[in-house]
T-cell receptor, first 109, second 114 residues
Framework: RKEVEQDPGPFNVPEGATVAFNCTYSNSASQSFFWYRQDCRKEPKLLMSVYSSGNEDGRFTAQLNRASQYISLLIRDSKLSDSATYLCVVNRAGTALIFGKGTTLSVSS | DAGVIQSPRHEVTEMGQEVTLRCKPISGHDYLFWYRQTMMRGLELLIYFNNNVPIDDSGMPEDRFSAKMPNASFSTLKIQPSEPRDSAVYFC????????????FGPGTRLLVL
């Protein structure tokens, strides 16, 4: 079983839609959690960190459920510019970041 | 800051040739990471350095791959001899103070081995 698993998609949604991505991780010792965004033929960039209490950044909301070892990303009012691949990232003490394979989002007008 | 710099951006070579990829991390960052990304396997960590010292090279696929960091501002990833299955995008990333902090990626090197 891969340490970080994501539904690869693609998710195809119209502008203005709300879309949610899920991610599960296998190691209960994981300590830090992030979402990175990768545009087509570009490098990954940090979108947001994920905190136990959940956190929001504009139209983006991230949630963590440690008991279920589950992370989510909610995007409200989708824009064309949100089209990208979203990478779920976890790590545990003594290791570097572990990236999921990503979920592809395509927002259309 | 210029960000992480990688060269070359694109490389096309023939099987059996030596390939050298280069990376300049963000100034002041203590950690440097080399990744490989393919459609099939996603983003895989190959090796990472802390203060120029290799910490974890368990992701290096085989002896054909080697990485060095002779100083804080330069690292190389070498493949010798290259094979078609090495075709991928190779990213270098750096982070400040910890292997658990935000990583800043370079633009990547697209390698095609014929």
């Amino acid at each position: 079983r891969k340490e970080v698993e994501q539904d690869p998609g693609p998710f195809n949604v119209p502008e203005g839609a709300t879309v949610a991505f899920n991610c599960t991780y296998s190691n209960s010792a994981s300590q830090s959690f992030f979402w990175y965004r990768q545009d087509c033929r570009k490098e990954p960039k940090l979108l947001m960190s994920v905190y136990s209490s959940g956190n929001e950044d504009g139209r983006f909301t991230a949630q963590l459920n440690r008991a279920s070892q589950y992370i989510s990303l909610l995007i409200r009012d989708s824009k064309l510019s949100d089209s990208a691949t979203y990478l779920c990232v976890v790590n545990r003490a003594g290791t570097a970041l572990i990236f999921g394979k990503g979920t592809t989002l395509s927002v259309s007008s | 800051d210029a960000g992480v710099i990688q060269s070359p951006r694109h490389e096309v070579t023939e099987m059996g040739q030596e390939v050298t990829l280069r990376c300049k991390p963000i100034s002041g960052h203590d950690y440097l990471f080399w990744y490989r990304q393919t459609m099939m396997r996603g983003l895989e960590l190959l090796i990472y350095f802390n203060n120029n010292v290799p910490i974890d090279d368990s992701g290096m696929p085989e002896d054909r791959f080697s990485a060095k960091m002779p100083n804080a501002s330069f690292s190389t990833l070498k493949i010798q001899p290259s094979e078609p299955r090495d075709s991928a995008v190779y990213f270098c990333a750096s982070s400040f103070r910890s292997d658990q902090e935000t990583q800043y990626f370079g633009p990547g090197t697209r390698l095609l081995v014929l």
